[in-house]
């Protein structure tokens, strides 16, 4: 039997995989920065200057592995996403499917759903409260459709 923390905590997986997306991107904007601050190496000159530890090569491979990264993180996000929405989907009343889809799949904040939804910021947290109730009857009906496939297989 699922509980309101285990529908919450489920929603939030998807919030909390962007804002790892959107670090994770900002580190790999750091390291294409830092390339294009590394130094040529003077071979002509009597001492050899200019390199860092390191050379253009290692930092290319751990660009390379950072898009990598990235890429696992969108694929990632994507896949809960749809998951996610799918099972907001099943839900009948259209005000809590937006309350949630804007909520935890598009990560807006309270004051700005009671704006778009035009209702007062204190309604929506009511009306929040009811939707994740309606999503945990969803979300329970997924969890026993999943173990009766795994009795099955």
Do not use: P
């Not at 035009?118 to 009511?126: D, E, N, Q, V």
């Amino acid at each position: 039997m699922t509980d309101i923390k285990q529908v919450r905590a489920y929603l939030w997986r998807v919030r909390d995989a962007e804002r790892e997306l959107k670090l994770l991107e900002q580190e790999y904007e750091q390291a294409k920065a830092d390339i294009l601050h590394l130094k040529a190496i003077q071979y002509d000159a009597d001492k050899i200057t200019g390199g860092k530890i390191g050379d253009l090569s290692d930092a290319i491979a751990v660009l390379e592995g950072y898009a990598e990264r990235v890429s696992a993180k969108w694929d990632e996000l994507i896949a809960l996403r749809n998951e996610a929405g799918a099972l907001i989907e099943q839900i009948a009343d259209g005000r809590y499917r937006e309350v949630l889809t804007r909520r935890y799949l598009w990560g807006e904040s309270w004051e700005y759903i009671a704006v778009g939804l035009g209702y007062a910021y204190h309604h929506i947290h009511k009306l929040h409260g009811q939707a994740l109730n309606e999503f945990e009857a969803v979300f329970e009906k997924r969890i026993q459709m999943d173990t009766k496939t795994c009795d099955i297989v």
